[in-house]
Protein backbone atom coordinates (compact mmCIF):
# COMPACT_ATOMS: atom_id res chain seq x y z
CA UNK A 1 0.00 0.00 0.00
CA UNK A 2 1.41 3.16 -1.28
CA UNK A 3 0.77 6.35 1.13
CA UNK A 4 3.35 8.93 -0.57
CA UNK A 5 1.45 12.29 -1.30
CA UNK A 6 0.55 12.75 -4.90
CA UNK A 7 2.57 15.74 -7.28
CA UNK A 8 1.25 19.23 -6.79
CA UNK A 9 0.68 19.32 -10.70
CA UNK A 10 -1.27 16.12 -10.08
CA UNK A 11 -3.65 17.51 -7.87
CA UNK A 12 -6.47 19.89 -8.85
CA UNK A 13 -5.90 23.15 -8.09
CA UNK A 14 -1.82 23.49 -7.38
CA UNK A 15 -2.87 21.51 -3.68
CA UNK A 16 -1.41 18.35 -2.66
CA UNK A 17 -4.52 16.04 -2.89
CA UNK A 18 -4.18 12.59 -1.07
CA UNK A 19 -6.65 9.75 -0.32
CA UNK A 20 -5.62 6.85 2.26
CA UNK A 21 -6.94 3.48 2.26
CA UNK A 22 -7.36 1.73 5.72
CA UNK A 23 -7.14 -1.51 4.84
CA UNK A 24 -7.51 -3.95 1.57
CA UNK A 25 -10.65 -4.67 2.97
CA UNK A 26 -13.99 -4.93 0.25
CA UNK A 27 -14.86 -1.79 1.97
CA UNK A 28 -12.19 0.75 1.49
CA UNK A 29 -11.93 3.63 4.54
CA UNK A 30 -10.24 6.64 4.10
CA UNK A 31 -9.79 10.21 5.36
CA UNK A 32 -9.57 12.23 2.41
CA UNK A 33 -6.47 15.01 2.83
CA UNK A 34 -5.61 18.34 1.41
CA UNK A 35 -2.33 20.64 2.14
CA UNK A 36 -1.57 23.79 0.48
CA UNK A 37 1.99 24.15 2.77
CA UNK A 38 3.24 20.76 2.24
CA UNK A 39 2.74 17.04 3.05
CA UNK A 40 1.41 15.71 6.64
CA UNK A 41 3.84 14.35 8.96
CA UNK A 42 5.44 10.65 8.92
CA UNK A 43 3.93 10.57 12.47
CA UNK A 44 0.48 11.74 11.50
CA UNK A 45 0.01 9.42 8.64
CA UNK A 46 1.49 6.13 10.93
CA UNK A 47 -1.34 7.24 13.55
CA UNK A 48 -4.21 7.99 10.97
CA UNK A 49 -5.64 4.48 10.64
CA UNK A 50 -6.18 4.16 14.71
CA UNK A 51 -8.19 7.00 14.64
CA UNK A 52 -9.96 5.49 11.53
CA UNK A 53 -10.50 2.64 13.40
CA UNK A 54 -11.91 4.47 16.29
CA UNK A 55 -14.11 6.42 13.64
CA UNK A 56 -15.48 3.16 12.34
CA UNK A 57 -15.96 2.00 15.87
CA UNK A 58 -18.25 4.90 16.89
CA UNK A 59 -20.10 4.52 14.12
CA UNK A 60 -18.59 7.63 11.53
CA UNK A 61 -17.46 6.97 8.69
CA UNK A 62 -13.92 8.18 7.52
CA UNK A 63 -14.87 8.43 3.81
CA UNK A 64 -17.15 11.58 4.64
CA UNK A 65 -14.29 13.49 6.21
CA UNK A 66 -12.03 15.63 4.75
CA UNK A 67 -9.06 17.12 6.19
CA UNK A 68 -7.26 20.83 4.90
CA UNK A 69 -4.09 22.07 6.03
CA UNK A 70 -3.26 25.78 5.56
CA UNK A 71 -0.78 27.98 6.92
CA UNK A 72 -2.12 29.90 9.89
CA UNK A 73 0.18 33.16 10.25
CA UNK A 74 1.06 35.46 7.52
CA UNK A 75 4.24 34.51 5.58
CA UNK A 76 7.37 34.03 7.70
CA UNK A 77 10.70 35.98 7.00
CA UNK A 78 12.92 33.55 4.35
CA UNK A 79 14.16 30.84 5.75
CA UNK A 80 11.35 29.65 8.18
CA UNK A 81 8.20 27.68 7.85
CA UNK A 82 4.96 28.79 9.82
CA UNK A 83 4.98 28.57 13.30
CA UNK A 84 0.74 27.26 13.10
CA UNK A 85 -1.07 25.77 10.77
CA UNK A 86 -4.75 25.92 10.79
CA UNK A 87 -6.47 22.89 10.25
CA UNK A 88 -10.15 22.68 8.94
CA UNK A 89 -12.35 19.38 8.75
CA UNK A 90 -15.57 18.92 6.77
CA UNK A 91 -17.80 16.30 7.37
CA UNK A 92 -21.40 16.39 5.81
CA UNK A 93 -22.62 19.99 5.67
CA UNK A 94 -20.59 20.94 8.94
CA UNK A 95 -17.14 21.61 9.34
CA UNK A 96 -15.15 22.83 11.87
CA UNK A 97 -11.22 24.76 12.27
CA UNK A 98 -8.40 24.13 14.79
CA UNK A 99 -4.95 25.92 15.06
CA UNK A 100 -1.98 23.86 16.37
CA UNK A 101 1.53 23.57 15.88
CA UNK A 102 2.43 20.26 14.29
CA UNK A 103 0.05 17.34 12.69
CA UNK A 104 0.46 14.98 15.33
CA UNK A 105 -1.15 17.62 18.03
CA UNK A 106 -4.16 18.18 15.50
CA UNK A 107 -4.68 14.34 14.92
CA UNK A 108 -4.67 14.02 18.42
CA UNK A 109 -7.21 16.92 18.78
CA UNK A 110 -9.50 15.26 16.13
CA UNK A 111 -8.90 11.97 17.69
CA UNK A 112 -9.83 13.09 21.16
CA UNK A 113 -13.31 14.75 19.30
CA UNK A 114 -14.15 11.40 17.39
CA UNK A 115 -14.08 9.13 20.96
CA UNK A 116 -15.44 11.66 23.04
CA UNK A 117 -19.02 10.29 24.54
CA UNK A 118 -22.18 13.21 23.44
CA UNK A 119 -22.88 12.40 27.12
CA UNK A 120 -19.59 14.97 28.06
CA UNK A 121 -20.50 17.70 25.25
CA UNK A 122 -23.82 18.17 26.57
CA UNK A 123 -23.05 18.51 30.20
CA UNK A 124 -25.15 21.60 31.89
CA UNK A 125 -22.27 24.29 32.96
CA UNK A 126 -21.73 23.88 36.79
CA UNK A 127 -23.46 26.29 38.84
CA UNK A 128 -21.45 30.10 40.32
CA UNK A 129 -22.35 31.18 43.84
CA UNK A 130 -22.80 34.68 43.14
CA UNK A 131 -20.72 36.80 45.83
CA UNK A 132 -21.88 40.29 47.17
CA UNK A 133 -20.15 42.80 45.49
CA UNK A 134 -17.08 44.04 46.77
CA UNK A 135 -16.30 47.64 48.32
CA UNK A 136 -14.63 48.62 44.79
CA UNK A 137 -17.92 47.48 43.12
CA UNK A 138 -19.81 49.41 45.40
CA UNK A 139 -17.78 52.56 45.55
CA UNK A 140 -18.14 52.51 41.20
CA UNK A 141 -22.06 51.71 41.53
CA UNK A 142 -22.24 54.53 43.89
CA UNK A 143 -20.37 56.99 41.51
CA UNK A 144 -22.45 55.42 38.69
CA UNK A 145 -25.78 57.02 40.12
CA UNK A 146 -26.88 60.36 38.79
CA UNK A 147 -26.90 63.59 40.62
Not at 45 to 66: C, I, N, Q, T, Y
Not at 97 to 120: A, G, K, M, N
Not at 126 to 142: A, D, E, M, N, T
Request: charged share 20%.
Amino acid sequence: MNRRAQPADQAGGGLAAVSFSQCEEAAAVAIILHSSVGAFSDEFMHKLPSVERAMVERGLDPSDFVISKDRASPSAPFGTGPFFYQYTVSFGEASFTVTEPTDVRFLDYFYQRCISEEEEETKPMPKVCRRPPGLVSRFLHWMAQPI
